[in-house]
């Protein structure tokens, strides 16, 4: 079985562009949750879709945005980039919704100029 | 506020001896936990997780206790093997959370041959 796959693997862009990160999950899987790794602040939630619908949403501006699709797939968006995004950006995924063990993938690096 | 804390950044064993790493929490209202482990370039693997109806599950070499009266979780690796050295982070979730996950800031574990 296929893990979580994201694309790109890395991403530089520079401030005040927009970026599209892409993330596949396990095949069957419908929950798709976001994560931003930074030194500074560690693992930190972004947000999370259950069968198309987000569920939660961790505290980060409204530059940050996401959806998922009818295949579970989902994408997120930064937009108007910020020094401050220079990130690992981490997808998981899982079956069920809640109280579930996720299943990572090797994230998406993006470095803002 | 930090509501998940790992107050070790690093722990360095002797193979084959027990390595045992903390967390603290905050928030009473966290009644899952997880803990999973990274190794640079890739997305963290779950290792093993416990409810918080439970003290103590074990999998194998890795044990997790709770001890809720004092928001404290640990886990123990038995015994410690070179393959173990990386990154570990415990995670709690509340039930009506979905798989939103508050991570602590991780321990760097180094196992020694």
């Known amino acids: 079985k296929a893990g979580v796959t994201q694309t790109p693997r890395y991403l530089i862009k520079t401030r005040g562009q927009q970026v599209t990160l892409s993330c596949s999950p396990i095949?069957?899987?419908?929950?798709v949750s976001w994560y931003q790794q930074t030194p500074g602040q560690g693992l930190q939630f972004l947000f999370e879709y259950f069968s198309e619908t987000q569920r939660n949403k961790g505290n980060f501006p409204g530059r940050f945005s996401g959806r998922q699709f009818s295949n579970s797939r989902s994408e997120m968006n930064v937009s108007t980039l910020e020094l401050g995004d220079s990130a690992l950006y981490l997808c998981?995924?899982?079956?069920?919704?809640?109280?579930?063990?996720?299943?990572f993938g090797s994230g998406t690096q993006l470095s803002v100029l | 506020d930090q509501q998940v804390k790992q107050n070790s950044p690093s722990l360095s064993v002797q193979e084959g001896r027990i390595s045992i790493l903390n967390c603290d929490y905050t928030?009473?209202?966290?009644?899952?936990f997880l803990w999973y482990k990274k190794y640079p370039a890739e997305g963290p693997t779950f290792l093993i997780s416990i409810s918080s109806i439970k003290d103590k599950n074990e999998d194998g070499r890795f044990t997790v206790f709770l001890n809720k009266s004092a928001k404290h979780l640990s886990l123990h690796i038995v015994p410690s093997q070179p393959g173990d050295s990386a990154v570990y982070f415990c995670?709690?979730?509340?039930?009506?959370?979905?798989?939103?996950?508050?991570f602590g800031g991780g321990t760097r574990l180094m196992v020694k041959p």
């Open positions: 995670a709690a979730s509340r039930n009506n959370a979905g798989n939103m996950l508050t």
């Open positions: 928030n009473s209202m966290f009644d899952y």
């Open positions: 998981a995924s899982s079956f069920y919704a809640t109280n579930e063990k996720l299943f």
């Open positions: 095949s069957g899987h419908r929950s």
